[in-house]
């Protein structure tokens, strides 16, 4: 629900440095192999399009492809030919282009500890689960526990330019949006507007937002009645409230009604705002310095979550927490 600025990620990238180089030039190095395969050399069309791949592709980080050069490759090679080269399950060129760039191989290792890095512990797209990356301990064949670690990746991996459509992006790292498996199951291939990666140092976090309406809070004061709070999602591809939008976050993952069930927080923050006005605040924020000696971490305490827009990612809820929570005058 918020962008994450393109410094974070070169940043990030260039930690991996030596690492990425060496995924990059092993996938280029076995896509070029794919001209030899015999399935391929026997089907003009697949043979023609992984050598327009190969060409496009030189001299080119097949991991670190840029915002615009994805966009640019996507558009001078388009999708992928549908071909299939036997009755076998996945004897595709889709499958073989994929199986080449070493997709299913990255996902259970680099990809979580890449993510770890970025510090993705959210769903990017509903925020409501956590998406974490883990180090778990290793053990031999004899059950013994060994010295290293093992990443292991309690999310999913979605891509903006789907896969199906376009494999030779799926290996791209500003085309991998972690996320719920919930999320990623709804979304399969079908498009979304949200841009995870922005161009932009300061991404707005204002393009989606969650608010409580007047007349519910109102209605919640008379009684403390949660149930009577009514949750609403701004999302800006909503054309129409009468009709779906496509690519629209609302209508594909029912962010809405994912928060209605999670009154209770809402009124939790509006008795707080009641009780924590901003003189008592202050006197708590002076009592207590030596412990919390920023007010930054007080906010934190005060509403449970991270209360600035580039933590959002950091723990689930965290978007729908600020936004309350600031229109309640909170923080």
């Known amino acids: 629900m918020i962008a994450i600025s393109i410094l974070t990620i070169n940043e990030c990238i260039k930690y991996f440095e030596k690492e990425i180089e060496k995924y990059s030039n092993d996938a280029f190095n076995k896509l070029k192999l794919l001209a030899d395969d015999k399935k391929i050399k026997n089907n003009a069309k697949a043979l023609k399009f992984i050598k327009m791949l190969v060409k496009e592709l030189e001299n080119k980080n097949i991991l670190t492809l840029g915002l615009d050069e994805m966009e640019t490759l996507k558009t001078m090679v388009k999708k992928v030919p549908t071909i299939t080269f036997s009755k076998k399950k996945d004897d595709t060129l889709q499958s073989k282009i994929i199986n080449a760039l070493g997709y299913h191989s990255?996902?259970?290792?680099?990809?979580?500890?890449y993510f770890g890095k970025i510090g993705i512990k959210a769903c990017v797209y509903c925020n409501s689960q956590y998406t974490l990356s883990l180090e778990k301990s290793t053990f031999n064949e004899s059950g013994k526990k060994q010295d290293t670690l093992h990443w292991v990746a309690k999310f999913q991996v979605d891509h903006f330019y789907s896969q199906i459509d376009y494999?030779?992006?799926?290996?791209?790292l500003l085309n991998l949006y972690p996320t719920c498996a919930t999320c990623n199951n709804i979304k399969q291939k079908k498009p979304v507007n949200f841009k995870l990666y922005s161009d932009s140092n300061t991404p707005n976090p204002n393009n989606y937002a969650f608010s409580i309406t007047e007349t519910s809070k109102a209605e919640y004061l008379?009684?403390?009645?949660?149930?009577?709070?009514?949750?609403?999602?701004h999302d800006p591809d909503k054309i129409s409230e009468e009709s779906f939008s496509e690519g629209c976050?609302?209508?594909?993952?029912?962010?809405?009604?994912i928060y209605n069930t999670q009154k209770d927080i809402a009124a939790e923050l509006i008795n707080k705002s009641l009780i924590y006005n901003d003189v008592y605040k202050n006197s708590l924020f002076e009592s207590f310095s030596s412990v919390v000696p920023h007010p930054k971490q007080f906010n934190r305490i005060l509403i449970g979550n991270y209360d600035t827009p580039e933590d959002i990612h950091k723990r689930p809820m965290s978007k729908f927490i600020q936004d309350i929570a600031k229109g309640l005058h909170l923080i």
């Open 167 to 172: 494999p030779y992006l799926s290996i791209s």
């Open 222 to 233: 008379i009684d403390f009645n949660h149930e009577k709070l009514a949750i609403t999602f």
């Open 106 to 113: 990255k996902r259970g290792s680099f990809y979580p500890k």
């Open 249 to 257: 976050l609302q209508d594909l993952f029912h962010i809405q009604e």
